[in-house]
Structures are given as structure tokens and as C-alpha cells.
């Protein structure tokens, strides 16, 4: 089993919820494509705070049925408390390694997100996904591509340099970054129907954009490693004044900014 190279502090499941928000719409978009409906049964591979969760029990509704699955206990808890919060009674809470669990047949989706680029073997995840799905069922995965660049127009060299940093550092720690853009390939190993597919880009450049927050807090996590593997020094990066830096940096020059492209795909098994 592949560490999750990103940990599980309160911090950095306080980022996944930050990440959520700006994922959301992208999300509900895949979802909306699947067809998701009242009343349908849905299980949440690598569920981390439990947001895809509970987006998805919003739409199957109190009929209809979720299980969220993480092999990290604190990122269960987390996504336990808030769900209760959040009033849905509708989510089933699993520790485990979602590679390895054989489900029953019976659900009607089987969903990832960013979930794919942190497995050492990514087609046994998509095989033991297709376990929990009835014959007609839909496995899916909404992926970061981290092979793009960042880019500007103009160009903000503290935006792209932040965005490279962010890149190399993941794919100095992660086997597969190249897996949200390797669908096709994955789901054929996987004996899986070829995916439909899109992708979308976050953009930005307003004073109010979220892009800066999503960049500092992407980078407040992955520093030391960055510094650990000389991709940065110690003391380089002021990391609690990059967001400030990011947006001054990027509305000063008028600039438009791309972040990491997100790449969905879905299959009926
Ligand atoms: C980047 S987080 C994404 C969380 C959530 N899907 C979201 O988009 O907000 C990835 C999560 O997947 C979990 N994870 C990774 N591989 C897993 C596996 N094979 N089985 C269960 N959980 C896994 C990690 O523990 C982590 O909480």
C-alpha cells in the first residue's frame, strides 16, 4: 500500500474542505452527466473529509443510500462529525483500503475523487470500485492532471513558479500524477468500458478568486517535502503571506490564471 503522502492533520483535511468548494461544481457536473437520482445507492471511494459524500447524499435524498470509505481513521471521524452536522442520515461511514474490499453488486455508482493519483496501483482500485456495482452500475472518477503547467496571461512569474513547485513536488511523491489524464488506459486494464469523458480548468484573477487560498494552502502542505527533496529552500517561501502575495502579485498585473486541470470520466459496467 502507498503512504497518502498528504496526511491526515487537522489542517490538511481543513484544506480538503477548502479544495471541495472550488471542486464542487466540477463534481456535480460529473454527477449530474451519470444521471445520479433520488433514491440511488452510491459508494465513496477514499472519501477524506466527506465532502463528495455528501454531495452525493444530497441528490439520492433520504431514499436513497451512501457508503464514504477511507483507510485513514481521523479523515472517518472528521467526515463522520460533519455529516451528522450536516443532518444526513443517509451516509454509512468504512474504514478500510477501498483496493481490497469486494462489494456486494448492488450499488448504483461507485465515485473517486482525487483518489486515483495516490494508489501505487490504481486498476486494482477501479477493479474492487466495479464489485460494489449492479450490472448497469457506474464507476467514476473526477482526477487532478498534475502534468499541466499553471499558467498566466500576463505573466506572474509567483503564480507559475508557485504552481511548478506544487506540481514537482507532487510527482516526486505520487506513482501515478498522470492518472486523471491515463483513464482510458486504466479502465481498459481494469477490463472496463472505455470512460466518457471531460475537463475543466479553474480560472481566475479577481481580487475575490479562491485560487490563491486552494495554491497557499496546496503549497502549506507540501513544503516540506519541497524543501526535504531541495526543490525549495528552507526559509524561501513565506508561506503564511504567499495567499496575500498570490493575489497582489496576480491583480497587479491585470492577469487571467489557470490552475491544474480536472479531469472526469465514467463508465456503465
Ligand atoms: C486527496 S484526498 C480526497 C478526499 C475526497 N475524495 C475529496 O475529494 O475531498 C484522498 C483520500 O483518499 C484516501 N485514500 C487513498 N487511497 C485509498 C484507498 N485505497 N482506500 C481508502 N482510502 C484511500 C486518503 O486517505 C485520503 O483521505
Redesign the pocket.
Known sequence: ??D?V?G?SKRE?RR??L??DN?RPI?TRLLREIGLAPGMRVV??????????MLAAEIVGACGAVVA????AA?IAMARDRARAAGHANIEFVE??????IGPGNFDLAI????L???SDPV??IR?AVTHLRPGGVVAF?EVFLLGTWWSFPMVPLWENTGDLISKTFRSVVTYPDAGARMVELFHKAGVRSPRLFSETPVGGSPDSPLYAWAAETLRTLLPRAEEIGLAAPGEIDIDRLEIHLRQAVTGAHAQIGFAHQHCGWSRV
Open positions: 500500500m502507498q497518502y498528504l491526515h483535511l480538503l474542505m479544495q471541495a471542486l463534481t465513496d471511494l477514499g472519501c477524506g473529509a466527506g465532502d463528495v459524500a470509505i477511507d483507510r485513514n479523515a478500510g483500503d477501498a483496493s481490497e474490499m473517486g475523487r482525487y483518489v493519483v495516490h494508489q486494482a482500485l474492487a473526477h
